[in-house]
């Protein structure tokens, strides 16, 4: 299962994982605890609750290139174009805009 820190502004916001029945993001507490906290999204408000989907949450999902420049990032990176959260690993480290994906390693034990 692969992990993400998601970045707002340079600020760690929260965390995305891929977990068995989809995805799974909740925001960072000390994140929640600054007093300019923005949600990343309309979609994903403030909470110290966490958020789960079956599918690609669809405001991370719109981060990810479409047409052309989805078929060359999916042929350079050897990645199924229905690998969204491959597709958001390795597309979406210096976004347009505010929000910023990075890959989490995984340390097991």
């Not at 929260?14 to 994140?31: A, K, T």
């Amino acid at each position: 299962m692969r992990k993400a820190n998601v970045y707002m502004q340079d600020k760690l916001a929260g965390y995305l994982s891929e977990i068995e029945d989809g995805y799974h993001f909740i925001y960072d507490r000390d994140y929640l605890q600054m007093p300019s906290a923005e949600a990343v999204s309309l979609t994903l408000p403030l909470s110290d609750k966490g958020y789960v989907s079956s599918v690609m949450f669809p405001f991370f999902d719109g981060l990810i290139p479409e047409g052309w420049l989805l078929e060359v990032a999916a042929q350079n990176w050897k990645l199924n174009q229905r690998d969204r959260m491959g597709l958001l690993l390795v597309c979406c480290r210096d976004c347009i805009g505010a929000v910023s994906i990075v890959e989490t390693q995984n340390i097991e034990g």
